[in-house]
Structures are given as structure tokens and as C-alpha cells.
């Protein structure tokens, strides 16, 4: 079956602790997209990646880092400098620009 | 800059009644916009997008959304609404000089009562 994957589903990160996200997709999607949700404040765009190794920070890329070393996979890192890592995470992936967006499961992560 | 909004935090319509989501974007270029359904701890599912054409577009689920560029809105509506449409709708918005950033508003929870 073609879709996009995220793991885990689940995350708990101690404060000061870097941890990564996982996303797969086997879509053959050129774009790949990290959003934040939190409550109230619908997606917001963190980083996205048009093609293999190249990515362009989103409206709050501060605190995250990615990588495009595969056109499968797009990590996201939080790292400690992130202040308020607390929320929902989506993945998200696209072909050509016309195209809608298949958005994988989500990962919530809390911070303990 | 690219930006969505949906003035309407939560809409509430009885079962049966039409249904209005709204939508108002700014865009440097023409605007790609795009319809998304989430429920509960899930990720977002597609309903209808605007690309070009005509302006009324039909999507998934009995959904059909106006484009009015002299307006920038793209509110989404059904004439009928049923119990099961009770979600978070997300409006979004792509540039389509090139690039494919992609915006979304804040969503919209829709309450239907039967």
C-alpha cells in the first residue's frame, strides 16, 4: 500500500534532550512537509523539502532541524533549544506543486 | 508573504441544514487552495482544491467550495450537513509561481446537532 508513515506515535522527551521524528513515505513525492499543531493555532509549517537534499526553514523552524538525505525519509529533530516542544506533529507529502497533500498519522510528543 | 485565515474558531448547524466554512487568503501570485478534514488525533484528510478553472469546485463527501479571487475567500459549504461532518476543517494556500510552501489556516471545528 502506498502512504506516508510516522514513528512513533507516541514520544516522551525529557527536558534538554534532542529526540527525532521519523517520516517515510513510498509515494514517490518530490515535497515533504514538517507542521507543529498545537490547540487553537492550526498547522504551522516548521520546514519543507522540494527535492533531495535541500530544505527551506517554515514559519517557526527555531528549536528543529531536518535532513533530505532520501526522497523516502525526512527526520525532524527537536532539539533542546526549542522551548515549548510540547505538541502534535504532522508530516506531510505532495508530487507535483497542483497536488494535494497526504498527511501521515502524527507523532505527539510531551515533554516531561 | 502567504497567509490563511478562518475567522470562525467553531460552527455549529443542525443536521440537515446547509453548512458554511470560511476561508480568505493572501497570496503574492494566484493562489493553489486546498481543503483538509481532521478528526480526532488523525492526520488530515484531502476534501477539494482550487487549481484553475471554474470557480465552483466539488470534493469528497458532498463538500463543494466557492472560489471568489475579487474577494480572496474560498468558503467551503454543503447543502445538507449530517452528524458524522462534526471535525476540524483546515483551509491552505500554495503560491503557484513556483514554489511549494504551503499555508494552513487555523482551523474551523464544525458542530453538527441532530
Known amino acids: 500500500d502506498g502512504g506516508i508513515t510516522q514513528s512513533p506515535k507516541y514520544l516522551f522527551r525529557k527536558e534538554g534532550q534532542n529526540v527525532t521524528l521519523s517520516c517515510e513515505q513510498n509515494?514517490?513525492?518530490?515535497?515533504m512537509y514538517w507542521y507543529r499543531q498545537d490547540p487553537g493555532q492550526g498547522l504551522r509549517l516548521i520546514y519543507y523539502?522540494?527535492?533531495?537534499?535541500?530544505?527551506q526553514k517554515g514559519d517557526i523552524a527555531e528549536g528543529y532541524s531536518v535532513s533530505r538525505e532520501k526522497k523516502e525519509s525526512f527526520p525532524l529533530t527537536v532539539t533542546s533549544a526549542q522551548k515549548n516542544p510540547t505538541a502534535f506533529y504532522l508530516c506531510?507529502?505532495?508530487?507535483?506543486?497542483?497536488?494535494?497533500?497526504?498527511f501521515g498519522p502524527g507523532t505527539r510528543l510531551t515533554v516531561l | 508573504a502567504q497567509s490563511v485565515a478562518q475567522p470562525e474558531d467553531q460552527v455549529n448547524v443542525a443536521e440537515g441544514n446547509p453548512l458554511t466554512v470560511k476561508c480568505t487568503y493572501s497570496?503574492?501570485?494566484?493562489?493553489?487552495l486546498f481543503w483538509y478534514v481532521q478528526y480526532p488525533n488523525r492526520g488530515l484528510q484531502f476534501l477539494l482544491k482550487?487549481?484553475?478553472?471554474?470557480?465552483l469546485v466539488k470534493g469528497s463527501y458532498g463538500f463543494e467550495a466557492e472560489f471568489n479571487k475579487s474577494q480572496t475567500s474560498f468558503h467551503l459549504k454543503k447543502p445538507s450537513a449530517l452528524v458524522s461532518d462534526s471535525a476540524l476543517y483546515f483551509c491552505?494556500?500554495?503560491?503557484?509561481?513556483?514554489?511549494?510552501?504551503?499555508?494552513f489556516g487555523a482551523g474551523t471545528r464544525l458542530f453538527v446537532k441532530a
Open positions: 509515494l514517490n513525492h518530490d515535497a
Open positions: 497570496v503574492s501570485g494566484n493562489p493553489y
Open positions: 482550487y487549481i484553475t478553472g471554474d470557480n
Open positions: 491552505a494556500v500554495r503560491d503557484n509561481t513556483g514554489g511549494f510552501k504551503t499555508i
Open positions: 523539502s522540494q527535492i533531495v537534499n535541500d530544505f
Open positions: 506531510a507529502s505532495n508530487g507535483d506543486r497542483r497536488d494535494e497533500q497526504f
